[in-house]
Each structure stands twice: as structure tokens, then as C-alpha cells.
């Protein structure tokens, strides 16, 4: 066990954290300031390969398996999908492949997200959970041989 909360606790916390806020406004600004605290990415990992296909903005992300879980580290030259891409790090990253792959991702319905995103936008937000769920899927291949 490597401490890092379930997938599930760490959704109750953001839906949590969400609830917090009387409004829409509010809630950006939130998500605005998870990007603004999100690890930079090296500038040698902003390369064609790991840009996320489906994303209106630019979105690069790598992942890396260390010890059975995978970890992930994204950017965005955007400010929203860097506040978004950093919200499912949060969640997705120091789990099992298994448990990437499983996880539901119900929180983004809960906080209303689905319902409040440009549809642009939503479409790169399932890009993204979409991208990190197949970097599970491959690890999971790689180490199971």
C-alpha cells in the first residue's frame, strides 16, 4: 500500500471541496487554481507523441509505472484544462492500472461538471480520462507478460 487515498475517498473529497461554492463562477476559479499548483512539465515532454488527440487546447501528458501503480504528469496551454487535467491526476495518478482502468469517474457528474463545460470542452475532458485510461491499459500489458 503506497498511503495514497482510494479513488473513490478522493472523489468524496473534490465533490466535498465542490459543494463549498455558491456558484459556477466560484467553482472555475477553483479549477483555475488546482492548474495554477499543477508540476510543470519538461519542456522535453511537450512533443507530438504525448499530445492528447481530442483536446480543443493543447494538452501534453506522460505517465510512468513505479512500484504497481502508474503515475501521471500532464500540462495545458490552457488554464481550465490545466485546472481539469490536474483535478484527474488527483484522483488517477498513484493507483493501480486495474484501478484506472475500473474507476468510474462519477465525481465530474456530481460537481455538475459534465453539465456546465462547453461542449468542446467536455470532449477534451473525456479525451483526457479517455488517454489516461488506455497509458493504464498499456502498462498493464507491459508488466502482466
Known amino acids: 500500500m503506497n498511503g495514497k487515498p482510494s479513488i473513490s475517498v478522493i472523489e468524496s473529497e473534490i465533490v466535498d471541496e465542490f459543494a463549498l461554492f455558491d456558484n459556477w463562477e466560484d467553482k472555475y476559479e477553483y479549477i483555475i487554481d488546482m492548474g495554477k499548483k499543477l508540476p510543470l512539465l519538461s519542456d522535453a515532454d511537450k512533443r507530438p507523441e504525448n499530445k492528447i488527440r481530442g483536446c480543443q487546447s493543447t494538452v501534453w501528458m506522460v505517465s510512468e509505472y513505479i512500484d504497481g501503480r502508474v503515475w ?39 460537481i455538475g461538471m459534465s453539465t456546465h463545460l462547453a461542449q468542446t470542452r467536455s470532449n477534451g475532458l473525456r479525451s483526457m480520462i479517455k488517454q489516461m485510461k488506455l497509458d493504464a491499459m498499456a502498462w498493464q500489458a507491459k508488466t502482466t507478460k
Open 72 to 110: 501521471f504528469q500532464a500540462d495545458s496551454d490552457a488554464v481550465i484544462v490545466k485546472g481539469l487535467i490536474s483535478m484527474l491526476i488527483r484522483v488517477l495518478s498513484g493507483q493501480t492500472a486495474t484501478e484506472i482502468i475500473e474507476a468510474d469517474m462519477r465525481f465530474i457528474d456530481k
